[in-house]
């Protein structure tokens, strides 16, 4: 009976596609599609929920009066500035030191002060392939550890 209803179902796509009835195999990737294209969305959103949880539960609860708006309006404005100094600071870093597109993508975690752990799950690579690439970064910059990046992202004058 279930192929009975499976097979009804088959030919009633296939009157609708042009291209005839999916294989099991079409369906899987579409499927497979699908998950992969809402996954950046579900990132973004544990980011959010993480920045949010960041600056403590009373803020938010806060009562949002005019002065408060104010006041978060103008935060946001530095910490969309400081994030924006720090990215350019980053890039001017990886550009003098030629680093390459993953190497700048990890740099930038490194310069967050993201661990090894961390930078793979940001990335979705694996341990051992972040720690390379922090080898190859501190290698390439000559420095040894985590604290000196830091503050040579911080030293580094802003392109004009």
């Known amino acids: 009976m279930l192929g009975i209803a499976y097979s009804a179902n088959l030919d009633f796509l296939s009157e609708r596609l042009p291209f005839g009835v999916p294989s099991g ?24 929920a993480s920045e949010r949880t960041d600056h403590g539960n009373d803020d938010a609860f806060a009562v949002d009066t005019s002065s ?11 910490q969309l500035a400081h994030r924006a100094a720090f990215i350019k600071r980053s890039e001017a870093v990886a550009n003098r030191y030629l680093l390459s597109q993953r190497e700048r993508e990890v740099l930038f975690f490194l310069g967050k002060g993201y661990n090894a752990a961390r930078i793979q799950e940001e990335l979705y690579i694996s341990e051992g392939t972040a720690k390379t690439h922090i080898h190859h970064i501190y290698r390439k910059l000559d420095i040894h550890t985590q604290q000196e990046l830091i503050n040579m992202i911080d030293e580094e004058e802003l392109p004009s």
């Open 25 to 48: 195999a079409v369906l899987v990737l579409t499927a497979m599609l699908v998950a992969w294209s809402i996954s950046p969305h579900e990132k973004e959103i544990r980011e959010s």
């Open 68 to 78: 408060n708006s104010a006041q978060r309006k103008s935060e946001s404005a530095q």
